[in-house]
């Protein structure tokens, strides 16, 4: 099993810009989990998808912010327009339903906007 | 609400001592826990779980923990460290509500081995 992949692993781009991460969870996972990573904030959940169909956005910071799971195998989270402060570390995560066991983690994606 | 404290924000030991990592929780009912390890510009990787079962739950690479109740702690520890432990662990609470568990992150040890 490949594990939950994301990309791209680094991103740098300018204030304003349109950026897009993406993820495919392991095969047979049909809960997905984006969270954050910030110095200031350590680890926050984003949104949470269950059979693709959004759950929980509660955590997305702003309408900058948008994520989609058009099928099974494939997730963004974007942000449009970036800005400074959304540098971090965004991971996505896959579990079987409801992640009573905990979830698999991929590499993460270290955005920075400069 | 489901919530974690890790004591040490630190921690430093010599290769081939014992490791400690204490951590402890709140929770209104009986909680799932975990511990993750994040090595240097690397994921997170599940180190072990407690899920109501047994409380003393053994992990990957040695590490074991102790879910104690009374004390709201679920402490991590290692019996000799290794160089390859450096890396920053976090003590996780799992919240179950709309039918999820909602992964609820400490703010991290970051664990320095010495030779």
Redesign the interface.
């Known amino acids: 099993d490949a594990g ?1 992949i994301q990309s791209p692993r680094h991103e740098v781009t300018e204030m304003g810009q349109e950026v897009t991460l993406r993820c495919k969870p392991i095969s047979g996972h049909n ?1 997905l ?1 984006w969270y954050r990573q910030t110095m200031m904030r ?2 926050e ?1 984003l949104i ?1 998808f ?1 059979n693709n169909v959004p ?2 956005d509660s955590g997305m910071p702003e309408d900058r912010f948008s994520a989609k799971m058009p099928n099974a195998s494939f997730s963004t989270l974007k942000i449009q327009p970036s800005e400074p402060r959304d540098s971090a570390v965004y ?1 996505c ?1 896959s579990s079987w ?12 994606t ?1 955005l920075t906007v400069v | 609400a489901q919530s974690v404290t890790q004591l040490d924000s630190h921690v430093s030991v010599s290769e081939g001592t014992p490791v400690l990592l204490r951590c402890n929780y709140s929770s209104s009912y009986s909680p ?1 826990l ?1 511990w ?1 390890v994040q090595h240097p ?6 180190l072990l ?1 407690y ?1 109501s079962a047994a409380t003393l739950v053994k992990g990957i690479n040695g590490f074991e923990a102790e879910f104690k109740k009374s004390e709201t702690s679920f402490h991590l520890t290692k019996p000799s460290a290794h160089m390859s432990d450096a890396a920053e662990y ?1 003590c ?1 609470v ?1 919240r ?1 509500s ?6 609820i ?4 040890t970051r664990l320095a081995v010495h030779p």
């Open positions: 939950v809960s989990f350590g680890l959940l949470y269950n759950i929980d991971f995560a339903t409801g992640g009573a066991d905990g979830y698999t983690f991929g590499s993460g270290r | 799932s975990f993750y510009n690397k994921g997170l990787q599940l779980k899920t976090f996780v799992g179950f709309g039918g999820y568990n909602k992964l992150f400490g703010a991290g």
